[in-house]
Every structure is written in structure tokens, then in C-alpha cells.
């Protein structure tokens, strides 16, 4: 003999049974206490939550004897309608009633009085399966319907509807329930029918049945029978193919210390034991995103997946890490729409996680000669002087070629500073940075796109990315067409001093895509150890030394033409 199943026997039974549509509730429930319902009813919503309970709620709340405290589920009018006898109810699925032969038959019927109840209810589910010519037979009725008849439309599809019979309707739009509502139902549930339901087990059945009551109740009966009488969180991990919570942090674990072989091992175990990979993807994510929450707010009652040591455990990496993986991992979800292949994909996915940079990285070699027409700077600066030395004919000037060249020495090590940074080069910047810091001055480099005296160097600068910016240091990546233009002293020259008028005293930096993407690798991993080494001395570029010269020369120059006594020097910053 079959038993009613858990859905229906635990439907509600009366207003206050009703979960997750407290709004729902309350207009319904003061209506019929006001005697103010409504001709007709549109309930929207995703299916499983409550649309139909709450129909049937309301037709036999206007009927009860006792409008008090309708539905009272005691006098004959709610024992009717609960035993499915009641005359005067009358439910109607579109789905097999759609011509428009059925809805005149109804229409014909409901002119006439109620035979028991004060009112004639009608329950349309599914009401957006109605043919056209069905759904347009029944607007003249839904909006001058007889005083005795209640219309509830309900429907999981509103925008199929026609908008004229949504405008004769007042409309109330059912949610998904929360999880933990649902949690609590069934534990509630579990008690009553005297089986053993973990919590977790429950959190991961609200999870599953994603805002749906009647499915979460399905899942409830269906792990019931496999657990034999006690439900815990590795059943229903079973049923359905899911990875425990262990699993997926040791997999993301290994993905943060970069052991591809232990991803690659863990990804083969889950799809032997039939793991759904798919929800793999979305756990992942959602277990990234909670790190990401506990790292900003350190508030474990935000947490949506994870326990409070695992949220730790992820919110250890760097947020940039996080939102990079959670982009690769939302990538691979597009991706599995079209693959023959789901968990190839997700393979896929997981040595991009581990690898990710490697293939910049590899483009970005080649690059490495490329310092050389950097390295004509310093021979260049080298030449500055020499004009220096064939203008002045003067014996005043003779003197002053010893002086600038000790200063062309100090000028060869700011050539490495934004030119030559190797992975620890990287890693002193980072360690040194901070989101205020970025913040401002990515503010402020939107504006220098736009600034003249950044015209000549617009289209690289619009090509550059800031990834990290400190107290001192700004550090950009661009791809290797662009770090030519950007490594050029005179762009690197003039983006500082354009920035230091902005207020930014900061030096920039240019690195490669995949030199960037490594050094945030081991960043993370020496944070972990705790090893990351010292802050780089920062060195600014100081007022070129031929300029200076230039200046002197042009102020001897005119004292010797004029003569000391009537020239007479005036300080600028006076």
C-alpha cells in the first residue's frame, strides 16, 4: 500500500503553515478578516512555493463558518474543502483544460449560486497554458465577474499571460524560500515522522532545492529511503553526486599552492564516483565568494557554504587571487553549455587556475632582449653633456663638465628601478601597496587620459592596466606591443611628473601580464609562509642634469653680454 508522500501530507493547512511568504500572507489574511477579497487572484512564483497551498487557503477561508479565524478546518465548509468535496471549489488545470471550449463551459457554470459556501471559487493553475482564444473568452468575466464568483489564477510564467487579464487581477509575487526557513521545516518535519536529519544535511537539501518547498520535501522522502532512517550530510552527498566540504577546500587548497597533481588527482576521484561536476563549478565559486566576504567583514554570519575555519582558510589569499579564479571559474560554466565533455572542461579550468599567467609569461620571453634600445638611454644621457661643453666658448663654463658627469652615474641605477624587475623586484612593490592608494590614483589616471601633456602617450597609457599602487610606487602591466612605448624613459619621465602635479609623488612601473600574474602566485604562497621580503627603495626621477646645466649657462651667459652690475637674478620661488 503507498503512503502519502511528505509534500502532501505537510502541505499547509492553514495561513500560519504558510513559509517564506510573510508578505503573501499578511495581505491575504487581512483581506478575509475585512471582508474586503478581491473578485480575482494572479499568484506568481517559481514553482514549489506555495501558490497553489495559498489558493486553496484563501477559497476556503471565504467559505469558513467561522471568518474569525478562517480557515478554521473544523466546520463543514473546511472539511469539504480539505477532503476535496467542496461544491463550490472547483479547480481547473490549463495544462489539459486549455480551448476555449472549456472556459465558456465555465463561465456558463459560475453564473450559477453557490450550492454550499457564501462564494463560488475557481482555481485556474497554470494558467498561462491557455490558448489564446481560451485566455480571451475569459476576460470579459475576470473583469464583471457575478458578486458570488472568486477567480485565482496561478502561474510560474506571468509574462505569458495576456496583460489585459493581468491588469483585472490584483497580483502577488510568490519568492523563493530561504534556505534556512527550509532547513528549519525539515528539521521540524524530520522530528514529527521520528527519523534522525542532521542539520547540514538539511542546509544541503534547502541548497539543492534551490527556494523550493515541495522539492526539498521530495529530496527529504527520496534521502529518507537511502539513509534508512538517519540523514546526514555525506547521503545526501551520494544521492547526488556532490563533493563534500572537505573535498572542495582540499581541492582548492592544492589549486592555491599550486600541486597540480593532487587537483588532477582529486578531479579524477570525483568523476569516478560520479561527483556532478557542474555543481562542483558553482560550489567552488560560492565557496570563493564566501572567503571573499570573510576577508572584508570577518562576520561569519554571512557565510553562505562554509564554516568559519574553511572561510579562513580562503580568505587567507589575496582578494584579486579570488575574484581572478572566480572569473575563470564562471568562464568554465559558459563552457559547459556547448562541451561533449563537462569534466574535461572543468580539468581545463583547474590547471588555468594553477597555471594561470604561464602562457603570458611564455609570450613575454621573447620580450627579454628587448631592454636593449632602453640600454641606448644611458649612452645617450652620456652625450647630454657634451653640447654643453661646445656651447659655452666662455672660461666661466670650462669648469662645469666635471660636475655633470657625477651625476650620470647616479642616473644609470634608475634605469633598472622601472626597467629591469625581476619576480623578487616585484614582490618588494607589491608588499607596499594598498587599495587606498589604487583607488586614488586610478581616479586620477582617468583624467590623464584626456591631459595634453599626456597626448603623445594616450594610446599607451589607455593600453596599460593598474594592477597595485602605493605610497610610492605605481605598478602598471601591458602586454609587449605596449611596454616598448612604456619602458621609453621620456613616456616614463612624463607620466610621473604629470602625476606628481596631480598630487601622486609615485614612481610607475611596467611590467609584463605574465610576469604580474606569477609574482601574485608567489605572493600569496611567501604570505602564507610568511616570508615575503622587505619594501623596495623607491628612487624618483630628479630634474635632468643638461636642463640644470642649461639653466646656469643661460644666467652666466647673460651676466657676461650685460654685465653683473645691471642684471640682477630674481629667485622664482620667492
Known amino acids: 500500500m503507498s503512503t502519502i508522500a511528505l509534500y502532501q501530507k505537510y502541505r499547509s493547512q492553514s495561513f500560519d503553515e504558510l513559509v517564506g511568504q510573510e508578505y503573501v500572507v499578511r495581505a491575504v489574511r487581512n483581506a478575509v478578516a475585512e471582508n474586503k477579497v478581491g473578485h480575482a487572484y494572479l499568484f506568481c512564483g517559481p514553482r514549489g512555493t506555495g501558490k497553489t497551498s495559498m489558493a486553496r487557503l ?23 474543502a480539505i477532503e476535496g468535496t467542496h461544491p463550490d471549489i472547483i479547480e481547473i488545470n490549463a495544462a489539459n483544460e486549455t480551448h476555449v471550449e472549456d472556459i465558456r463551459d465555465l463561465i456558463e457554470r459560475a453564473r450559477l449560486s453557490p450550492m454550499m459556501g457564501k462564494h463560488k471559487i475557481y482555481i485556474i493553475d497554470e494558467v498561462h497554458q491557455l490558448s489564446s482564444s481560451a485566455a480571451s473568452a475569459l476576460l470579459k468575466t ?18 505569458k499571460l495576456l496583460k489585459t487579464i493581468i491588469s483585472r487581477c490584483q497580483r502577488f509575487d510568490f519568492s523563493k524560500v530561504d534556505a534556512p526557513k527550509i532547513q528549519a521545516h525539515l528539521l521540524s518535519i524530520a522530528e514529527q515522522e521520528g527519523f534522525t536529519l542532521e542539520e547540514a544535511a538539511a542546509l544541503k537539501i534547502a541548497e539543492l532545492a534551490d527556494g523550493g518547498m515541495r522539492d526539498s520535501l521530495s529530496i527529504l522522502e527520496q534521502a529518507r529511503a537511502y539513509g534508512a532512517g538517519t540523514i546526514t550530510e555525506e547521503t545526501i552527498d551520494s544521492i547526488f553526486g556532490l563533493a563534500s566540504s572537505g573535498e572542495k577546500i582540499a581541492l582548492l587548497e592544492d589549486i592555491f599552492t599550486g600541486n597540480l597533481e593532487g587537483v588532477l588527482k582529486r578531479t579524477e576521484s570525483c568523476e569516478k564516483h560520479g561527483v556532478d561536476i557542474r555543481r562542483l563549478c558553482q560550489d567552488l565559486i560560492t ?54 565533455s563537462v569534466s574535461s572542461v572543468f580539468e581545463i579550468a583547474c590547471l588555468e587556475l594553477i597555471t594561470k599567467g604561464t602562457q603570458e609569461e611564455v609570450e613575454t620571453q621573447p620580450a627579454k632582449p628587448k631592454p636593449k634600445p632602453a640600454k641606448r638611454k644611458p649612452e645617450s644621457a652620456g652625450k647630454q653633456p657634451e653640447p654643453v661643453k661646445e656651447t659655452p666658448a666662455e672660461k666661466p663654463a670650462e669648469p662645469e663638465p666635471a660636475p655633470a658627469e657625477e651625476p ?21 612593490l607589491l608588499v607596499q601597496c594598498d587599495k587606498a592608494s589604487k583607488a586614488n590614483a586610478e581616479a586620477i589616471l582617468q ?33 609587449d606591443a605596449v611596454m616598448h612605448m612604456a ?8 607620466l610621473y611628473e604629470t602625476l606628481k602635479a ?33 619594501k623596495r627603495t623607491i628612487q624618483r626621477w630628479t630634474k635632468p642634469q643638461e636642463e640644470t646645466m642649461k639653466e646656469d649657462h643661460t644666467e652666466q651667459s647673460v651676466m657676461d653680454l650685460f654685465g653683473e652690475d645691471i642684471v640682477e637674478v630674481i629667485d622664482k620661488g620667492e
Open 142 to 159: 475576470l473583469e464583471e465577474p457575478p458578486e458570488h464568483v472568486i477567480f485565482i489564477l496561478a502561474t510560474t510564467d506571468p509574462q
Open 502 to 534: 596631480e598630487g601622486i609623488d609615485a614612481m610607475p612601473y611596467v611590467i609584463g601580464n605574465g610576469r604580474y600574474d606569477e609574482a601574485v602566485t608567489q605572493f600569496r604562497i611567501r604570505q602564507r609562509e610568511k616570508s615575503l621580503p622587505e
Open 408 to 428: 650620470v652615474p647616479d642616473e644609470k641605477p634608475e634605469e633598472p628601478e622601472w626597467n629591469e624587475l625581476d619576480g623578487e623586484d616585484v614582490l618588494r
Open 447 to 479: 583624467k590623464l587620459e584626456a591631459s595634453p601633456a599626456m597626448d603623445r602617450y594616450s594610446a599607451s597609457l589607455r593600453q596599460m592596466s593598474l594592477k597595485a599602487a602605493g605610497n610610492d610606487v605605481l605598478l602598471f602591466t601591458a602586454s
Open 58 to 80: 484563501l477559497a476556503r477561508a471565504v467559505n469558513c463558518e467561522h471568518p474569525e479565524q478562517a480557515p478554521c478546518n473544523a466546520c463543514d465548509n473546511c472539511r469539504a
Open 287 to 340: 565557496a570563493l565568494k564566501d572567503g571573499l566576504i570573510y576577508q572584508y567583514t570577518s562576520n561569519a554570519a554571512l557565510l553562505r557554504a562554509l564554516s568559519e575555519e574553511h572561510a579562513k582558510t580562503i580568505a587567507a589569499q589575496p582578494s584579486s587571487v579570488l575574484l581572478q579564479d572566480i572569473e575563470i571559474l564562471m568562464k568554465a560554466q559558459e563552457r559547459f553549455r556547448n562541451a561533449q
Open 487 to 494: 619602458m621609453e624613459e621620456a613616456f616614463n619621465r612624463q
